[in-house]
Each structure stands twice: as structure tokens, then as C-alpha cells.
């Protein structure tokens, strides 16, 4: 009587190719995870450059504003606008004082 057997090495095989093949997908997985991951931080650090250069042009134009800015409110600048336009100097402004008659009398 003749027993016959499956062969053994194929079983051996299979188990070892359906082993592998799970974790053969969680590596390639990973390694397409860890490009993708990559890629998005070269392209985060090419933004935070491009960012730092932006803010360095606007640090630079915001010092000229305040240049241009303290040259107009200067009083030297302010007085000579002000004789251009005729406007003289008044020693006592009449303005800045209190009425004392019109307090007293507005009970």
C-alpha cells in the first residue's frame, strides 16, 4: 500500500512567502510614508526661507516708513511748513486758557 504525502517544501514555502508578504507591505508602506514625509518638510523649509526673506524686506521698507515718517513730523521741518503757510507763532494763545468769567458765572 502506497501512503501518499503532500510535499513538504511547498507548505514550507508558502508559509514563508505569505510571511514575508505582510511585512513586505508594512516596510514598502513606510517607505512611501517616509518620502511623502520628507517631501513635505523640504517644501515646509523652502516656505519658512522664502518667509524669512518676505520679513526681512519688511523690516527693512518699515524703517524707511519710520525714516520718512520722524522727517516730516520733525519740528524743524514742522516750523518751516508752517511759514510757508503763514501761520505766525503765538506767545499767549488765548485758547489754552479758561474762561474764568464764564465759569464763574455758569452755575
Given amino acids: 500500500m502506497t501512503i501518499i504525502e503532500p510535499n513538504k517544501r511547498k507548505k514550507a514555502a508558502r508559509k514563508v512567502i505569505f510571511g514575508f508578504g505582510p511585512i513586505a507591505a508594512v516596510v514598502l508602506t513606510g517607505v512611501a510614508a ?3 514625509l520628507y517631501s513635505d518638510i523640504v517644501e515646509l523649509r523652502h516656505a519658512v526661507q522664502d518667509g524669512e526673506v518676505n520679513l526681512q524686506e519688511l523690516i527693512v521698507e518699515n524703517a524707511e516708513l519710520k525714516n520718512r515718517f520722524f522727517d516730516l513730523v520733525d519740528a524743524d521741518a514742522l ?3 508752517a ?3 503763514g501761520l505766525v507763532l503765538e506767545k499767549y494763545p488765548s485758547y489754552l486758557g479758561a474762561a474764568t468769567k464764564k465759569l464763574a ?3
Avoid: A, F, L
Fill in 34 to 36: 517616509s518620502i511623502w
Fill in 79 to 81: 516750523s518751516e511748513i
Fill in 83 to 85: 511759514e510757508k503757510g
Fill in 105 to 107: 458765572n455758569s452755575n
